[in-house]
């Protein structure tokens, strides 16, 4: 009886599913996979090739010329010195600054170009920041007793993203390689949008001010600033120390990155924290429930009229709630990641010539891989050859390197996007088995920039014509040529003197921790506390099992007295452990000194 009952018990669960599978299956006509990448190429005013969707983002995001557009009575959009817009509101007892831009040379150009328009110099009553990214031209638009607003956890983001952290240069690496900052600025090669960055980005000078007063993550905050009532909402889009701000008064409602024009980039290339698609909805239904008649992102053009915003911040809404539900549909259905990038599908209307920034299947991969993870359907990824043992079984097969060699020249030859994309496969297999010519390097070239010139997406063409110029020997950095990306990474993530001044002590000596290498420390131990004199700071430090372990509860070990600048010096390899403690020079050779 027991086993009848549970049987029959499965029996909806089974027709459910059942039911699924056969609603998903898809026509040809409904194949929406590889959407982004187009047949037809324009050029652009700078000489780079691409498709027409790419081309149109400046006037799109209404972003073409650099411009001070006056939204309603005392409210302004600043534009054109970038994808971040800055939006100033005039309020009885100054003016209000939302983000302060890329650096502090652009703040220069704006705030003047602002005074023009309004026909006088202002005084800055408060800088509030949306989230982490637009805010280094600060000082520029700081005057005597101007107040400073942020959320509680952007210093910490900033750090992440540029500061003592082992990640940075990878951080710094992979946005030089989405954004084309090391592209040339003419030629089939260059950027053709306002969605790539100039080296600037990396190289500009900050002004950046941390904020006087910080929202409380998650609430819902009122503040008077400058005479003018301002809402605080959370607004988690694409780094969690986002915010929206809701001028009642005036019925602006001025946002991060929700806007229609282009689909929200829910998973960027460079790689990022988890964008929960479902939480943008909650941030767009929250925006949704005040009463806007006038929407201005810091990207993209701006909504005027209730139906203009409503229809601007829906569309951000929906677009994300369908892809996060169609990807638990598929994976309901038994599909895994790529499966589904494959599969889904979103009305054309929200999806052609929208993705401008990224791709629909990285973000459906994305989802996916949050919820399940790496793992889909095909048993052979469990253990699978190593990537070097993978190719060189692979080209044995295909009858060896000169002869996968003439195969990717001969499908680049094609011409046809798929050929493009095989001739691509086959270049990074002689890639991964270290067996690439002249000739692999050439044709690896050319199949990443055609791909590159065919996508509408921003994210995938700044990947594909970095792949380009690395691979023909042109991307440089400096007065250094850049032949492989780590390369790269170890230049821009280098620590230094001033980093390490400027970082906190607890970053500093947290650092350690990713220094050590694991294969040098097997077998070694040892403890020890630091007792740092300048800061009143003590810790406790065991190398154990291959870590460093790092607490604030004393061990059995010595106590060594030192200042951060003392700890700073050891980080640099200006000086050892050992000068600290004979025993401790086991920790030098756990770091491979």
């Known amino acids: 009886m027991k086993t009848n009952a549970s049987l029959t018990s499965i029996k909806p ?32 005013h700078n000489g780079a090739i691409t498709t027409q969707p790419q081309a149109a983002v400046n006037a799109e995001w209404d972003v073409a010329a ?48 602002l005074e023009k328009e309004v026909g006088h110099e202002i005084t800055v009553a408060g800088i509030l ?18 107040l400073v607003f942020g959320h509680e956890d952007l210093m910490d983001n900033l750090q992440a993203d540029a500061g003592v952290n082992v990640l940075s240069g990878n951080f710094s690496t992979r946005a030089a390689i989405q954004f084309g900052m090391l592209h040339p600025e003419q030629g089939e090669d260059a950027f053709p949008s306002m969605l790539g960055f100039s080296i600037n980005k990396l190289t500009g000078d900050s002004g950046f001010i941390a904020p006087d007063i910080t929202f409380q993550n998650g609430m819902v905050e009122t503040h008077s600033i400058a005479g003018l009532t301002v809402e605080v909402l959370p607004s988690q889009t694409d780094v969690l120390d986002s915010v929206a701000f809701y001028f009642p008064h005036q019925k602006v409602l001025v946002t991060n990155a929700i806007n229609q024009g282009s689909l929200f980039n829910l998973y960027t290339l460079r790689g990022d ?22 929407h201005v992102d810091i990207h993209g053009a701006a909504n005027i009229g209730k139906d203009s915003a409503r229809e601007a911040i829906t569309y951000f809404r929906d677009t994300m709630q369908l892809i996060h539900d169609q990807t638990y549909r598929g994976i309901a259905m038994g599909k895994d990641a790529q499966d589904i990038a494959e599969w889904i599908y979103m009305p054309k209307n929200l999806r052609a010539n929208n993705e401008t920034y990224g791709q629909v299947e990285s973000y459906a991969k994305q989802v996916y891989n949050a919820r399940i993870g790496w793992m ?40 046809d996007l798929a050929s493009i994309q095989w001739s691509l496969f086959l270049t990074s297999q002689l890639q991964n088995l270290n067996a690439m010519s002249d000739q692999a390097k050439q044709i690896r070239a050319n199949s990443a920039r055609k791909l590159g010139q065919h996508t509408t997406s921003a994210n995938a063409r700044g990947f594909y014509i970095s792949e ?33 001044a400027h970082s906190t002590l607890e970053d500093n000596v947290q650092y350690l921790r990713f220094m050590i290498d694991s294969r040098l420390a097997e077998n070694k131990q040892v ?30 070990g010595k106590t060594i007295e030192l200042t951060k600048t003392d700890w700073d010096k050891i980080i640099l390899g200006k000086s050892n452990f050992a000068t600290l403690d004979e025993e401790l020079k086991l920790l030098d050779h756990a770091i491979g000194r």
């Not at 698609?277 to 008649?293: F, N, Y």
Request: net charge negative; aromatic share 8%; hydrophobic share 40%.
């Open 66 to 113: 650099k411009q001070v557009t006056q939204i309603t009575d005392g409210v302004y959009r600043i534009a054109g010195w970038g994808i971040g817009n800055i939006i100033a509101l005039e309020g009885p007892e100054g003016w209000i600054i939302v983000d302060t831009g890329d650096n502090t040379e652009y703040a220069t150009q704006q705030r003047k170009a």
């Open 13 to 44: 669960l089974t027709i459910t599913i059942m039911s699924l599978a056969l609603a998903g299956t898809v026509s040809a006509s409904q194949n929406q996979y590889g959407m982004s990448l187009h047949h037809e190429l324009v050029t652009t």
């Open 129 to 146: 920041y949306t989230h982490s990214h637009y805010v280094h031209g600060s000082t520029v638009w700081l005057d005597d007793n101007t």
């Open 468 to 500: 380009a110029i690395l691979h023909e020997g042109s991307m440089t950095f400096g007065n250094e040529t850049i032949t492989h990306y780590q390369q790269l990474s170890n230049i821009l993530g280098a620590l230094d003197a001033h980093k390490l």
């Open 273 to 294: 924290i988890y964008r929960d698609p479902m939480r943008l909805v909650q941030a767009a239904d929250l925006a949704l429930t005040r009463d806007i008649e006038f």
């Open 527 to 556: 403890q020890f506390n630091l007792r740092f004199t300048d800061k009143k700071v003590n810790y406790a430090l065991e190398l154990r099992n291959g870590v460093i372990a790092i607490t604030d509860n004393p061990n059995s």
């Open 376 to 415: 889909g359907w095909d048993v052979y990824d469990i253990n699978p050859l190593t990537k070097q043992q993978q190719a060189k079984r692979t080209i044995e097969a295909m009858g060896g390197v000169d002869k996968v060699t003439s195969m990717a020249q001969t499908a680049l030859e094609k011409g």
